[in-house]
């Protein structure tokens, strides 16, 4: 079984920064592409940007120039650096990962508020 799991989410004022995290555990062969998405209250599941396992990167327009995504392939860890935040960047954020080229796993959310 393979399970993810995002940590870092926490309560910041604008302007502020705060790194995630996501790690994969389990059995695993192979990290392929990941990704980061968000769901702000009321509204749809959003991408927020992927990684590739070779570190290539995209990002939603909303993220350019204020996040940045990395990896860990040691760890089968990936970061999502958010810096200037927004209160319009309030949401949980989420993490998945296709795990040996198959399946398509994801986190459980972890919060991220953004307020004065």
């Known amino acids: 079984q393979v399970q993810l799991v995002e940590s870092g989410g926490d309560f910041v004022q604008p302007g502020g920064s705060l790194r995630l995290s996501c790690a994969a555990s389990?059995?695993?062969?192979?990290?392929?592409?990941m990704g980061w998405y968000r769901q702000a209250p009321g509204k749809q599941r959003e991408l927020v940007g992927t990684?590739?396992?070779?570190?290539?990167?995209n990002y939603a327009d909303f993220g350019k120039g204020r996040f940045t995504i990395s990896r860990d392939n040691a760890k089968n860890t990936m970061y999502l650096q958010m810096n200037s935040l927004k209160p319009e960047d309030t949401a949980v954020y989420y993490c998945?990962?296709?795990?040996?080229?198959?399946?398509?796993?994801w986190g459980q959310g972890t919060q991220v508020t953004v307020s004065s």
């Open positions: 990684i590739t396992s070779s570190g290539s990167t």
């Open positions: 998945n990962a296709l795990i040996d080229d198959t399946h398509l796993y």
């Open positions: 389990g059995s695993i062969r192979v990290v392929n592409a």
